[in-house]
């Protein structure tokens, strides 16, 4: 089993930043950020491997970073110029089996957080 407890989202104007974290109670071998709008399907954002692969969602390559801390078990998002199509419920997710590159799909991830709020308002 793995908890994940994300923080850090709020409202915030277009251009702005936040930084989510995410407090896991282990890690896993994949673990990522996803997001979900009112209305839409929820997408990947961001993930890394145990062996530090990451990958992005084309629509946040230059503006997202993920990463973690090993010792505190965390996972962080930080969000640069942020745009309202960023608006959205975003989640942590894990999965404990072996991964080399972490796939951005939801089927894939096998734990995750309750979620928490970003609006960016332009």
């Known amino acids: 089993q793995v908890q994940l407890v994300e923080s850090g989202g709020g409202s915030v104007q277009a251009g702005g930043s936040l930084r989510l974290s995410c407090a896991a109670s282990?890690?896993?071998?994949?673990m990522g950020w996803f997001r979900q709008a009112p209305g839409k399907e929820r997408e990947g954002v961001a993930a890394i491997a145990s062996n530090g692969e990451i990958t992005y969602a084309d629509s946040v390559k230059g503006r997202f970073t993920i990463s973690k801390d090993n010792a505190k078990k965390a996972l962080y998002l930080q969000m640069n110029v942020l745009k309202p199509e960023d608006t959205a419920m975003y989640y942590c997710?894990?999965?404990?089996?072996?991964?080399?590159?972490?796939?951005?799909?939801?089927?894939?991830?096998?734990?995750w957080g309750q979620g928490t709020q970003v609006t960016v308002s332009s």
């Open positions: 282990r890690y896993g071998s994949c």
């Open positions: 997710a894990a999965d404990t089996r072996i991964w080399r590159v972490c796939p951005l799909r939801d089927s894939v991830f096998g734990y």
